[in-house]
């Protein structure tokens, strides 16, 4: 999908910091990075997740999330965290990135919501400071 | 007794749904508003991402929730989930786009849901930046689709204007609602 480009060097950083969330965070399936409009940055996923959707239903839950935060006045939204009976979905945004961007990140049972989370906060944060250091 | 409907905003990308439901609601609008990064779609500066959502009570208490739904066919999960609960449909379309047309089968044939047990009306905007006589060809296209929507050419900030579309369309959703319960 023709959409703002980000450096090569940014988007490998993405790919590889994804791919290290994946692989080294315990249950921890699918790890996807997009922008706050619902377009994929880069993604690490199994087989029939379809990237665009996930990208777009990332953004819509983290719009919600942030708008019911608005509301009840609790300044912004850091993360928003969907419990599944057969997994979690985990939605993180990125800080300082703007235009703004999320990482979600799904996991499986044999993870814990709080490690998975912490660990999407780290790479996160990591993404986040890459991305200030590339552009 | 005051009655409730759900009315879903849909259309393309700047046909003017967010700034319609902020024009007519009563209460301050949830947005869901990100900053646009798919200029293949459209210049604008932001674009909704989940939905609007306003209310407006019409006469007589009754209560009108206004869904506003994104424009671009990534989205197409949400219009999926709002078009069961929606009892009309408000197609918005920009005339000065390339294919006003388009769009009209576009999103018609994606909303099918809500005029399988709903209604809807088309409203036209941004008539003023197009020479182009897109309202006689939006009622030539419904006739040949045997579609019974009436057709308007709106602004929508101008609130007067979109009170008379949405009337138009509550009414029809009531007498819909007659209709079925006469029969």
Known sequence: MPAKK?????????????????????????????SGDGV??????????????????TSSMHALGAAITRELKMKECRSVIVDGDAGSIIMVRLPVAQPELVLAVTCGHRAT?????????????YISEKLSETT | MGYEHIILFAGPVGAGKTTAISTLSEIP??????????????????????????????????????????GQERFDFVWKLFQERAAGLVLLLDESAKEPLTDLDFFLDRFAGVLNHGVAVVGITRSELSSSKSLSACCTRLQQRRLKVPVFEVDARDREQMVVLLTALVSMVQMRETQLEAD
């Open chain 2, 29 to 70: 609008v949830v947005s869901t508003e990100a900053i646009n990064t798919d200029f293949s779609i459209s210049n604008k500066a932001t674009t909704t991402v989940a939905m609007d959502y306003g209310q407006i009570s019409l006469e007589e208490g009754h209560l009108i929730r206004l869904y506003g739904v994104p």
């Open chain 1, 40 to 57: 994929e940055i880069s993604a690490v996923l199994g087989e029939n997740v379809s990237p665009g959707r996930i990208a777009a239903m």
């Open chain 1, 113 to 125: 919501v709080g490690g998975a989370l912490f660990a999407a906060r780290q790479h996160a944060r």
């Open chain 1, 6 to 34: 980000h450096s090569k060097v940014f988007q490998a950083l993405c790919q590889e910091s994804l791919r290290q969330l994946v692989t080294e965070t315990a249950g921890v399936e699918n790890a996807c990075l997009v």
